[in-house]
């Protein structure tokens, strides 16, 4: 079974600054793909980020991007000159395949950007 | 182009009752997830819908059921409501396929007393 963990809980950085959330997943599969989604305090949830398992290049969107390492599983984002805007929740998401819809989050990591 | 729309956002029930939740999803998708969201559990796939047939289910007890019509809209039913069903369930829409971005709508948020 797939598997998801971010372990931190919490994480806090000054506005300005850059912060790297960690993820790592578990799946035996080649064909997937790893989310990035953000959860503000009004609860609708929005994707930061995405990156394709068959791509080596590392995603990037504006002040995100990822560090996707296949091999050791790791798919952590890093926020550069974070704003007050991306206090949030992230969670890290896996899904598996062409057509599973089946997408499995991590427990979230709550980010908390302080003036 | 409108978002994906959830209704109600919020729910009250007791234990014992049955709901039904819907899912509007962006237009010209035909693709529709539900998630269920807890503080203890965390989010937890329920089931995806695609052109009116279920395509994928998640480990959920038979209580909880969906359908899609034709015009892509979706339900939810949770029947008799139990105190663990409070939750934050959000739906989320998409064309098709794993490499389109899927949306979520704000949630209804159910309490079961």
């Known amino acids: 079974a797939q598997t998801v963990t971010q372990s931190q809980p919490e994480m806090s950085v000054q506005e300005a600054e850059t912060v790297t959330l960690s993820c790592t997943y578990d799946?035996?599969?080649?064909?997937?793909?790893l989310f990035w989604y953000k959860q503000p305090p009004s609860r609708q949830m929005i994707l930061v980020i995405r990156q394709e398992a068959y791509k080596q290049q590392n995603a990037t969107e504006n002040r995100f991007s990822v560090n996707f390492q296949k091999a050791a599983k790791s798919f952590s984002l890093k926020i550069s000159d974070s704003q007050l805007g991306d206090t949030a929740m992230y969670f890290c998401a896996f899904m598996n395949g062409e057509y599973n819809n089946d997408m499995r989050f991590g427990a979230g990591t709550r980010l908390t950007v302080k003036p | 182009k409108a978002g994906v729309t959830q209704t109600p956002r919020y729910l009250i029930k007791t234990r014992g009752q049955q709901v039904t939740l819907s899912c509007s999803p962006i237009s010209g998708h035909r693709s529709v997830s539900w998630y269920q969201q807890t503080p203890g559990q965390g989010l937890q796939f329920l089931f995806e819908y695609f052109s009116e047939t279920q395509r994928n289910k998640g480990n959920f007890p038979g209580r909880f059921s969906g359908r899609q019509f034709s015009n892509s809209r979706s339900e939810m039913n949770v029947s008799t409501l139990e105190l663990g069903d409070s939750a934050l369930y959000l739906c989320?829409?998409?064309?098709?396929?794993?490499?389109?971005?899927?949306?979520f709508g704000p949630g209804t948020r159910l309490t079961v007393l």
């Open positions: 989320a829409s998409k064309l098709a396929g794993a490499v389109d971005t899927q949306y």
């Open positions: 799946t035996s599969e080649s064909n997937y793909y």
